[in-house]
């Protein structure tokens, strides 16, 4: 599982990398500058703690830990909870809060079967299934909050967390589906026969966000933890 020997990493580029590099330095970890710094590489070995990080796209995730390709990983629950992988998560990182919102126009009115754009399609359908209404999903891959304003959806499914995009493209906020926070996964595999060494990594991990407060602990190495294709 993962590169021989070494704990594997799988990092999500992008808006949560910086806040799991911060986490992870809190927790001890002396990592190399040219995985904080905009690199373009992919695969960072740090020799001095016995790991190796990957930089992949946060939808990427769960899909490279499910398969093995990474012992662990920090992946959104939005990604958790769309991609349905069968990994398990040991741990609530709480970095990068946001929530899944449906958001339109301030006029939006109600339509027969109304289309909503979005990048996650199974939790939209799902959420929509259980309010009992009828819609039309469109998937998109980003710049969703553009689909009200083209007339392609009526209205949308996404992450936020500022605000700010929403405001800058005259959107507002109407339900939230979810609130998001960032989770440590592990492939089941290396779970078993890593043990140790995820455990040594996972303490100091839990140590630091437990310091934080508010720890939605999920039972960690050797507690309960979640498998989230069963948890949704
Ligand atoms: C997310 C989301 C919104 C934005 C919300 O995109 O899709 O566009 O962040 O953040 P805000 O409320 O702070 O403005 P993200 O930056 O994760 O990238 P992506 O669109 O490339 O998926």
């Not at 960032?182 to 043990?195: D, F, G, P, Q, V």
Request: with cysteine.
């Amino acid at each position: 599982m993962g590169i021989e020997g070494r704990l594997t990493v799988a990092m999500p580029k992008g808006r949560i990398f910086s806040d799991a590099l911060t986490l992870l330095e809190e927790a001890g970890l002396n990592l190399p500058r040219e995985l904080a710094e905009d690199s373009r590489k992919l695969m960072v070995e740090v020799p001095a703690e016995d790991l190796s990080f990957l930089l992949v796209k946060p939808v990427d995730v769960p899909t490279c830990v499910e398969h093995g390709a990474a012992d662990l990983g920090v992946a959104g629950k939005d990604v958790l909870m769309e991609e349905d992988r069968d990994v398990y998560e040991l741990l609530d990182l709480q970095i990068s809060p946001c929530r899944l919102s449906l958001a339109g126009t301030p006029d939006w009115q109600p339509v027969l079967n109304p289309k909503v754009a979005t990048k996650y399609p199974r939790i939209a359908n799902r959420w929509f299934r259980e309010q009992g209404q009828q819609v039309e999903v469109i998937c998109l891959n980003g710049s969703v909050e553009l689909a009200p304003l083209t007339g392609l959806a009526d209205r949308i499914v996404d992450i936020v967390s500022t605000g700010q995009t929403l405001r800058e493209n005259g959107l507002v906020e109407l339900e939230e589906i979810t609130r998001v926070t960032s989770r440590l996964i592990a492939n089941r595999a290396s779970y078993r026969l890593k043990s140790r060494r995820i455990d040594r990594l996972y303490e100091r991990l839990a140590r630091v966000v437990m310091g934080k407060g508010d720890c939605d602990d999920r039972g960690g190495p050797s507690g309960a933890v979640v498998h989230t294709s069963e948890s949704g």
